[in-house]
């Protein structure tokens, strides 16, 4: 299986850019997807292949990278931007990072 | 516009079948592909499995041997079945619409989820 590690937490204030990193133990081209889940909510995806905006969601958020590096940006950083962050590949089989959580201090 | 519902049982012994339901309004099953994916307490996630837009399903191989998923396309629901359960399937089930576009497949709609405790 292709592992996705996440960093477990990160705080910001509001205004601030912020930047949730992903890494996959092996390439995964551009098939990098990012969710965003808030307490007691569904898993919303905000963006697929790696920097591809999905639409509704606010341009504060943005993907890059590519093979084993990738990033979710969110900039400026919103007090309503509080959820965990998960990173999902699909260029080997389906699987999903740990997740990251966000705090807006 | 999309939406899914999932229904089941919240409580399942060990070693009975877990088996859950997906609602899908505002879309046909009949287009797309319809997965099924859990969240573990501690928030690790796993993709289940899913079933196309033609009846085809693929799983994860680790869980091959235990999962079904069928559809009922005159209701526009799509199921879960999972066999042989343990405490470690217990989890929050979510269903969720599955686009496949180039080699990018990913999950854009999703249900509010269920949570299924496996306990005695």
């Known amino acids: 299986d292709t592992v996705l590690t996440q960093s477990p937490a990160l705080a910001v204030s509001p205004g601030e850019r912020v930047t949730i990193s992903c890494r996959a133990s092996?390439?995964?081209?551009?098939?990098m997807h990012w969710y965003q889940q808030k307490p007691g909510q569904q898993p919303k995806l905000l963006i697929y292949?790696?920097?591809n905006l999905e639409s509704g969601v606010p341009a504060r958020f943005s993907g890059s990278g590519s093979g084993t590096d990738f990033t979710l940006t969110i900039d400026p950083v919103e007090a309503d931007d509080t959820a965990t962050y998960f990173c999902?590949?699909?260029?080997?089989?389906?699987?999903f990072g740990s997740g990251t959580k966000l705090e807006i201090k | 516009e999309v939406q899914l519902q999932e229904s089941g049982p919240g409580l399942v012994k060990p070693s009975q079948s877990l088996s859950l339901t997906c609602s899908v309004t505002?879309?046909?099953?009949?287009?797309?592909?319809w997965g099924w994916i859990r969240k573990f307490p501690g928030n690790k996630m796993e993709w289940m499995g899913y079933?196309?837009?033609?009846?085809?399903?693929s799983y994860n191989p680790s869980l091959k041997s235990r999962i079904s998923i069928t559809r009922d396309t005159s209701k526009n629901q799509f199921f879960l079945q999972l066999n042989s359960v343990t405490t470690e399937d217990t989890a929050t089930y979510y269903c969720?619409?599955?686009?496949?576009?180039?080699?990018?497949?990913?999950?854009?709609?999703w249900g509010q989820g269920v949570m299924v405790t496996v306990s005695s």
């Open positions: 969720a619409r599955y686009s496949s576009y180039i080699y990018w497949d990913y999950f854009d709609y």
């Open positions: 505002g879309y046909s099953i009949t287009s797309n592909y």
């Open positions: 079933i196309s837009y033609s009846g085809s399903t």
């Open positions: 092996e390439s995964v081209s551009t098939g």
């Open positions: 292949g790696a920097s």
């Open positions: 999902q590949q699909s260029w080997n089989e389906l699987t």
